[in-house]
């Protein structure tokens, strides 16, 4: 009978990825996916480690796991597993205050899970691997198990050289690393194969991808793009998380010439002050962001913006925040995540000891901020009503009839279609907005010009 498996998943994309690797490795071993945790017969908790309260979080969550745990203790035990990168930072700690947890592993070393529940089976739990391994994991993953959805991610790059001052990722992740085009072909065109339509290319750093390519090369992101985008049925290529000093000039010019490259960008800044930017190591000043921004939008001038930004960084004056602001008006972003600044064990921000900023100012700042990026949010919205854009559907929205798909800008749209579109790209006329996304009717009679290797719903029902 089938062991059921519970993962529960915390922080970015990449841990969505890892997560549903994990199911795959797990599935030889009888285990299939669950909803819930009650009466599960293994429970892992995918974790992230990059802003406060990670291991908080982790840990009263676990202490709700103990007592379902103790009621499956007659019906075959529940394994509790803590991953990802709070289990990388943490390790023994885990296992010291949390003894109801039977393994902790980080994201290396997954590859390995099966032979690790066979040892907490029979040693009764205490399995540590936080190990950076030599052998990548990438090479040991089985094949896919279960369909990715028509939109999905795939890792192509981990782990972090860039030492920003403030962040865990390249002592969690450990060392840049990309996995060789072949791989990641074969994987995408797995994927398509499953009925993925539009692929997010992963990484830490993913514009600093440099696989070795088919002549024995380092490949950049931007052949890479240009590759996948031959695999038939793919309509749709983005990447993230992108650092604006691998930005080079073959993906600039990729985003005015390569039709499968999505008009939207997650390129985070983090300030807008030059002088908070070196103390962030960030290696770059707001105005080479500028730059970047003005090469993207003269190749391809409707490219939506996305960033994240931090407020309150040790030394963050009045004016370095004036700064922020005024970057963030001169850009424009469509979409952006902003946190207030939080000390992370062990990186060199935290070692500071003066500068500190009020909690109370990071709020001011932080709200302020927030106002700003979503009133632009807000008036990128406004913006695509009475338009036509080409959406991608690609799930089912909470009524009967009706299906939810993405924009070229990320944007969800609810429009009433037959499940049979599913999969599809349609013209859609923009006709109003949701608080998050956009609604509208599809207008497949209308000739948008699509870019090429575009399916429209109308030339799949054809087919
Ligand atoms: N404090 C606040 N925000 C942080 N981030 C990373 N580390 C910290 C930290 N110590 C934010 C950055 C990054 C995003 C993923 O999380 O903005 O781009
Ligand atoms: Fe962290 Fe900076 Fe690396 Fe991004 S580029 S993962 S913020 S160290």
Not at 223 to 244: M, N
Not at 262 to 271: A, D, E, I, K
Not at 392 to 403: E, I, P, V
Request: glycine share 8%; with cysteine; hydrophobic share 40%.
């Amino acid at each position: 009978m089938a062991k059921k498996l519970f993962i529960k998943t915390y922080g970015c994309q990449m841990n969505v990825y890892d997560s549903a690797r994990m199911a795959d490795v797990l599935a030889p071993l009888g285990y299939e996916p669950v909803d819930a945790p009650d009466g599960a017969d293994m429970v892992i908790l995918n974790t992230c480690h990059i802003r406060e309260k990670a291991a908080e979080k982790v840990f009263s969550e676990l202490g709700r796991l103990r007592s379902l745990k103790e009621l499956k203790q007659a019906d075959g035990g529940m394994i509790i597993a803590v991953a990802g990168c709070v289990a990388q930072a943490e390790g023994e700690e885990i296992l010291r205050r949390a003894p109801s947890v039977d393994i902790v592993l980080g994201p290396q070393t997954y590859h390995r899970l099966p032979e690790m529940v066979a040892r907490a089976a029979r040693a009764g739990g205490g399995v540590l691997d936080t190990d950076f391994p030599v052998e990548p994991k990438f090479d040991h993953l089985p094949e896919m198990h279960a369909p990715r959805g028509i939109g999905a991610f795939l890792t192509i790059q981990e782990g972090c050289d860039k030492f920003c001052s403030f962040c865990v990722v390249p002592y969690t992740r450990g060392a840049e690393f990309s996995r060789p085009v072949a791989a990641v072909e074969a994987e995408a065109r797995q994927l398509v194969a499953q009925g993925t339509r539009e692929i997010t290319l992963l990484g830490q750093n993913v514009n600093a991808y440099s696989g070795e390519g088919p002549d024995g090369r380092p490949w950049g992101l931007a052949r890479l793009a240009w590759r996948l985008a031959e695999i038939d049925g793919l309509v749709g290529i983005r990447y993230t998380t992108s650092h604006p000093r691998d930005m080079d000039d073959a993906l600039i010019a990729a985003h005015g010439d390569l039709p499968a490259l999505m008009p939207f960008l997650h390129l985070p800044v983090q300030s807008g002050s030059d002088r908070i930017l070196a103390a962030m190591n960030r290696k770059h000043t707001a105005d080479d962001y500028r730059r970047i921004v003005d090469r993207l939008r003269a190749v391809r001038p409707d490219i939506a913006m996305a960033s994240d930004f931090i407020v309150g960084f040790p030394e963050e004056s009045d004016a370095d925040f004036a700064e922020t602001m005024r970057l963030v008006r001169d850009i424009g972003f469509a979409s952006a995540y902003s946190f207030k600044y939080s000390a992370r064990p062990g990186t060199p921000a935290a070692s500071k000891r003066y500068g500190h900023v009020d909690e109370a100012v990071k709020a001011e700042r932080l709200a302020e901020l927030q106002a700003l990026l979503d009133q632009q949010q807000d008036a990128f919205n406004r913006a695509c009503e009475g338009r036509v854009l080409p959406v991608l559907l690609d799930r089912r929205g909470r009524r009967d009839g009706q299906l939810v798909g993405r924009s070229p800008f990320m944007q969800a749209v609810h429009v009433d279609a037959p499940d049979a579109w599913l999969g599809t790209v349609v013209d859609v006329a923009v006709t109003g907005r949701t608080t998050h996304g956009l609604t509208g009717e599809v207008a497949a009679a209308t000739g948008t010009a699509l870019p090429a290797g575009r399916v429209h719903a109308r030339e799949a029902l054809a087919g």
